[in-house]
T-cell receptor
């Protein structure tokens, strides 16, 4: 089974803190994604990476950055956390394919910014 | 621009009743549509995709290009079907756009 592991299930941070969310997948997938999940808004793509050191902005990249130094690891960084970044963050991975492939999700990281 | 609309935030049905979760999309290219499900305290997972044309856990979904819809249907709902359901549109081979989700509540 594909396993996508997010290092922190719950985090509480203060406004202005730097926050790191880590995600590791064990199936050698090229594609990795960070989404945020908010009630009534569904999942919104923050960043996408299709290879090591390659990244692409999603629909809501403002206030976030990412790092992909190794194929299996994709990190989401909040340089200066704000209260409007309180949310559930989902990491996902997939194989590249001629057609859109299945997304495999982590369990999520619930971030609260005070 | 691509869009996915799920008009119902919450859908409540009784056990054994038919259920239909609506999904409409907007996309200029050839669409790839998916349904993802998230059961309580579990991770989001793929339920079915239009290209497979299969039935999973009794659910089916037919892509209607004329109506730009991909509604999820099940003839007889079960309590274990209670979950959050997301319709998703795949585009540019590797990207996905999700709807806002519908919470299905199946009452005993």
């Amino acid at each position: 089974d594909v396993k996508v592991t997010q290092s922190s299930r719950y985090l509480v941070k203060r406004t202005g803190e730097k926050v790191f969310l880590e995600c590791v997948q064990d199936m050698d997938h090229e594609n990795m994604f960070w989404y945020r999940q908010d009630p009534g808004l569904g999942l919104r793509l923050i960043y996408f990476s299709y290879d090591v050191k390659m990244k692409e902005k999603g629909d809501i990249p403002e206030g976030y950055s990412v790092s992909r130094e190794k194929k299996e690891r994709f990190s989401l960084i909040l340089e200066s956390a704000s209260t409007n970044q309180t949310s559930m963050y989902l990491c996902a991975s997939s194989l590249p394919s001629g057609r859109s492939g299945e997304l495999f999700f982590g369990e999520g990281s619930r971030l609260t910014v005070l | 621009a691509q869009r996915v609309t799920q008009p119902e935030k919450l859908l409540s049905v009784f056990k054994g009743a038919p259920v239909e979760l609506k999904c409409n999309y907007s996309y200029s290219g050839s669409p790839e549509l998916f349904w993802y499900v998230q059961y309580s305290r579990q991770r989001l997972q793929l339920l079915l995709r239009h290209i497979s044309r299969e039935s999973i856990k009794g659910f089916t979904a037919d892509l209607n290009k004329g109506e730009t819809s991909f509604h999820l249907k099940k003839p007889f709902a079960q309590e274990e079907d209670s979950a959050m359901y997301y319709c998703a549109l795949g585009y540019n081979f590797n990207k996905f756009y999700f709807g806002s989700g519908t919470k299905l509540n199946v009452k005993p």
